[in-house]
Every structure is written in structure tokens, then in C-alpha cells.
């Protein structure tokens, strides 16, 4: 047993050995730097790309992933708040809410976050503006794994529901990666579900009426407009962002209700990697499109009789 256990060190030992000696040889030296090499260009072709092609917004929004962490403390009891000098009063309001946010989240898809969570807090909306790549009247951004909370959404007073709006995304996102998240996934899905589990964070400006007035009138988003890696989603609607998130909302809603149980499943098909068309005729039996003129035949219904 011993000798066995010996021989098995020393045949390890003798691998070793000879895995350093290969890579000590020039050539095989070479070949491995050449390996680590190509593994970092193909990591990084895609954003370089995204970056090219999609402008620097978007660009920026990526590489947001790697600014996080600069120039910002961590909470002393809750070292998942990061947040910059003179932002430690709103950084006090998140550690306040943050684990009743995160439970709104994951009992709304019926499974706890996977990794660690970590929400920046800026003390300057410029700064936020600035580590985030995200627009000027950016509250929130969810992207690789990180929240981003800004200035306006403490000022505003909607810091708990853009929070949420942001972990709803950041649930999703952590399981199939932010490349996949941004190209498979219609836009209207994503924002949809993520101010309808948020109650309406991010569509504060337009109520659910007006939001209806505008369908009606054949002034809606396009479900067929799914967003790409050369648009990514949205990006990809011509209506006023946060009209675009209410409509988006309402029909999202629509679905939860009309098959509470397939909606869930859905959920759990999109966290792992299957395609949103093929899983949604699969848990539905028909395209959105259909759902959507029905959710549309609804309505007008509904507003004709009242
Ligand atoms: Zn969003």
C-alpha cells in the first residue's frame, strides 16, 4: 500500500518533472506562450470588437466590469458595498436594503444568486457616468457580475426599485455571461422582467395607461427586434426608453399571468443557455408575436368598454 502509494508519488514527481522540462525546452516554451497568447486575443477580440462596432457607449459599458474596484472603500459591515469617499451616506441606504432586495429577486425566480455580489456606489453622477460608460441620466447598471448604483437614483428617491431592476438583470447575466445575455435575449424580455419584478424601476415617467394609449396607437416596440451583438439590447427600440420599458413591463406581466408555471420555466431555459425563440414556443405553443396581438386584442377591449 505504501510502496503503491510511494510509486505514485514518484511517478508524479517524474511527470512533473518532465512537463517542466518540456516547457523549458525552447520550442515547447514558445508553444505555450503562444497557447496563453492565443486564449487572451480570443477573450478579447469580441469586446475589442463590440467596442468598434457598437460605439464607445457600449464599448465603455463592457469595460465598466473592470472599474469597479477602483477608488472605492469597502462598507465596513457589508463588504459587499463598495463605494467612493464622499458617497458613504448612500452607501449606508443600500447596506439598509440590500438583502431584502436581493430576496425580492430570488424568490421571484425561485433561486438564490450563484456568486458574489458587488454594488459601486459613485459620488458624483459624472463619476458614475464615467465608470459605467452608461448615459447621463443613468441610475443603474448591471454588467459581468457587478451592480452600479448612481447619485440620481438616491437623489430621485428610487435607489430600492433600481436596485432591484439591476439584480434582476445581474441574476440572469451571472449564469450565461454578459456577450451571451446582450445577444440572445430580446431586449423587451430583459427590461420587461426587470422593471416588472422591480415594480416599475427605470419606467417611473409614463404610467401603465399612457403605456396602453401608446400600444393602441400602433406606437409600440418590435418584438421582432430582438438586439444583436452589433446592437445590443437597448438599443434597439425608437420609442423613449423608459415608454419602451413600460410597454416592456406590461407585457412581460402579461406573460407571467397568462402561464404563470411556463413563465418560470422559461426563466430557468434562459439561464441555462437555450435559445429564447425555440424555449418560448416550447413553454407557450406559440410565438410572443401571437401572445403580443392578443395581449393588444385585450386591451383595446378593455378600453373600448370603459
Ligand atoms: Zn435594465
Request: aromatic share 12%; net charge positive.
Amino acid at each position: 500500500m505504501l510502496k503503491a502509494a510511494r510509486s505514485t508519488v514518484a511517478e508524479n514527481v517524474a511527470c512533473n518533472n518532465e512537463s517542466t522540462q518540456k516547457i523549458a525546452h525552447p520550442l515547447a516554451k514558445r508553444r505555450y506562450i503562444m497557447h496563453k497568447t492565443n486564449r487572451v486575443v480570443l477573450w478579447l477580440t469580441p469586446l475589442v470588437f463590440l467596442i468598434l462596432t457598437t460605439g464607445c457607449t457600449s464599448g465603455n459599458r463592457l469595460l465598466s466590469g473592470l472599474r469597479y474596484k477602483n477608488n472605492v472603500i469597502s462598507h465596513e459591515q457589508d463588504k459587499r458595498i463598495l463605494f467612493e469617499n464622499d458617497a458613504k451616506e448612500n452607501a449606508e441606504k443600500i447596506r439598509l436594503i440590500l438583502d431584502s432586495c436581493i430576496e425580492v429577486v430570488t424568490d421571484f425566480y425561485g433561486s438564490p444568486f450563484e456568486k458574489d455580489i458587488y454594488i459601486t456606489i459613485s459620488a458624483t453622477q459624472k463619476g458614475h457616468v464615467r465608470r459605467c460608460g452608461d448615459f447621463e441620466k443613468s441610475r443603474g447598471m448591471a454588467n459581468w457580475g457587478r451592480v452600479f448604483i448612481s447619485p440620481l437614483a438616491f437623489s430621485s428617491n428610487t435607489y430600492t426599485s433600481i436596485l432591484i431592476h439591476e439584480l434582476t438583470h445581474l441574476h440572469t447575466i451571472e449564469k450565461i455571461g454578459i456577450f451571451h445575455y446582450i445577444k440572445a435575449i430580446p431586449a423587451w424580455f430583459s427590461e420587461g422582467l426587470s422593471v416588472y419584478v422591480s415594480s416599475g424601476g427605470g419606467a417611473e415617467s409614463f404610467t401603465d395607461s399612457q403605456a396602453i394609449d401608446w400600444i393602441i396607437k400602433g406606437k409600440h416596440f418590435d418584438l421582432t427586434n430582438k438586439g444583436s451583438l452589433l446592437k445590443p439590447s437597448g438599443y434597439v427600440s425608437t420609442l423613449p426608453w423608459p415608454m419602451f420599458y413600460k410597454q416592456s413591463e406590461l407585457f412581460v406581466k402579461y406573460l407571467s399571468f397568462y402561464d404563470s408555471t411556463n413563465f418560470k420555466i422559461l426563466l430557468r431555459d434562459l439561464e441555462q443557455k437555450k435559445n429564447f425563440k425555440k424555449s418560448f414556443v416550447t413553454r407557450y405553443q406559440t410565438l410572443p408575436i401571437e401572445i403580443f396581438e392578443m395581449f393588444l386584442k385585450e386591451k383595446r377591449t378593455a378600453r373600448n368598454s370603459s
